[in-house]
Nanobody, 126 residues
Framework: RLEESGGDKVPPGGSLKLSCTAS????????IAWFRQAPGKEREGVAS????????YYGDSVKGRFTISRDNTKHTVYLKMNSLEAEATATYYC?????????????????????WGQGTQVTVSS
């Protein structure tokens, strides 16, 4: 199981850094994606990264403002979010997919990911 942390309430224009770790194991061999879901809205893919961080993808709405990274020595994947807007308010989930080799599938098919966290709440409000 994965665990997210770092969610908080921040003002518009603020920044936040989320973390994703594995409970009782390691996520080092997993491609990891961040998804988010706001009340009444569909789940949205935010960013994804391959196991060795050679490949990453971003959703159109966050390109240039969000950065996904990982430190496998700390067994952690991060999502740095800058210039946050109210539309970023949502529960953020990290999810893992185990592929052969250093790979992450482009796109946001949540069915690709078989390990999920319980989410962390991000609220952007003044």
């Amino acid at each position: 199981r994965l665990e997210e942390s770092g969610g908080d309430k921040v003002p518009p224009g603020g920044s936040l850094k989320l973390s994703c770790t594995a409970s009782g194991g390691t996520l080092d061999y997993y491609a990891i994606a961040w998804f988010r879901q706001a009340p009444g809205k569909e789940r949205e893919g935010v960013a994804s990264i391959s196991s060795s961080a050679t490949t990453s993808y971003y959703g159109d709405s966050v390109k240039g403002r969000f950065t996904i990274s990982r430190d496998n020595t700390k067994h952690t994947v991060y999502l740095k979010m800058n210039s946050l807007e109210a539309e970023a308010t949502a529960t953020y989930y990290c999810a893992g997919a185990e592929y052969y080799g250093d790979y992450v599938r482009p796109g946001w098919d949540s069915g690709e990911y078989d390990v999920w966290g319980q989410g962390t709440q991000v609220t952007v409000s003044s």
